[in-house]
């Protein structure tokens, strides 16, 4: 049994038959509506989330399955303090697969040592992100073509943002990717990017104004400044609207820089941005569907079954 609570968990030709499945999928939909029937999704979130709950929701209703879950602590037994690893064994009498979101970094992990059935991370504290980033990948090979040979520019709380750890992570494996850190002093990447990086001797750049770098960028992922990781309300009212990406701003941006954003967006992108041809953060959301219902087949073992 498989689980995937990092994106390495999956090889890099893994992943890349992961990709070519979705895009299967988003081609040709009605292949697979009912591959999944009598399979049960559990979404056990015990933090806030939109997309990933309900494009996790939407993958499996695609794939003729059914869901059930919670959205949040409050609403299930954790409230009464029951542990992470007691309720995986509970809901594995229920469901065949489940995707867990949890504020504390590795509770995903200690579910999966007690699950007897596969577990997503659907993101954990401040630390992963795997299925933002398989739709990142996605977002990306479907704009440019390749995931070799580009350089992209991360913009925003690199300290907190959990996609974008994840997404380094993922993109140092592909040929030729540079990296521009952009981000505050006091939110730049933590030691352990950085040492990953200088070990593997990736090529990166670490600023501070967007407007220095903007115009050597293929793509930009901006992220929000992550308002419930701040322990000091000062702090983050002094760094929320460090960035934001207007339309002067994508004037001096090369013509086929794609903004990419994991969502939810605060103030770091202007709205008049959205009309913007390369501005591609809701296509990623779409994406973001396609690549969770390839990962349930793919973990579910029933990928091959619709080849
Ligand atoms: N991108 C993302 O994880 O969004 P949600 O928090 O809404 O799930």
Redesign the pocket.
């Known amino acids: 049994m498989r689980h995937l609570l990092s994106p390495l968990d999956l090889t890099i030709e893994e992943t890349n038959t992961l990709l070519d499945l979705a895009r299967d999928i988003s081609k040709n939909p009605e292949k697979y509506s009912h591959v999944c029937d009598g399979k049960r999704l559990a979404t056990l979130f015990y933090e806030?989330?939109?997309?990933?709950?309900l494009s996790f929701e939407a993958a499996m209703m695609n794939l003729g399955g059914t869901v059930l879950g919670f959205s949040s602590a409050n609403s299930s037994s954790a409230s009464k303090g029951e542990s992470v690893a007691d309720t995986i064994r509970v809901v594995s009498c229920y469901a065949n697969i489940c995707a867990m979101?949890h504020p504390k970094e590795g509770a995903p992990r200690v579910a999966a040592s007690k699950s007897a059935i596969p577990v997503i991370n659907?993101?954990d504290g401040g630390h992963q992100?795997p299925t933002?980033t398989l739709t990142d990948l996605m977002t990306i090979r479907e704009l440019r073509g390749s995931l070799n040979n580009f350089t992209i520019g991360l913009c925003g709380d690199l300290k907190f943002g959990r996609?974008v750890h994840s997404l380094i992570n993922e993109l140092i494996r592909y040929e030729n990717v540079k990296f521009v850190l952009i981000s505050p002093k006091e939110l730049r990447v933590p030691d352990y990017i950085i040492e990953t990086l200088d070990e593997k001797h990736i090529e990166y750049e670490v600023v501070e104004k967007l407007e220095d770098v903007i115009s050597k960028l293929d793509i930009l992922y901006m992220t929000r400044v992550q308002k419930e990781r701040f322990f000091n309300e000062d702090d983050y009212l002094r760094m929320k609207d460090f960035y934001i990406l207007n339309k002067a701003k994508m004037d001096m941006a090369k013509p086929d820089m794609y903004v990419l954003h994991?969502?939810?967006r605060v103030n770091e992108i202007s709205i008049e941005v959205d009309d913007d041809p390369r501005a591609s953060y809701f296509k990623q959301v779409q994406f973001g569907v396609y690549v969770r219902m390839a990962l349930i087949l793919t973990l579910l073992g029933l990928d091959k079954e619709v080849r």
Do not use: I
């Open positions: 806030p989330s939109t997309r990933t709950r979101r659907a993101g992100h933002q996609t994991p969502l939810p």
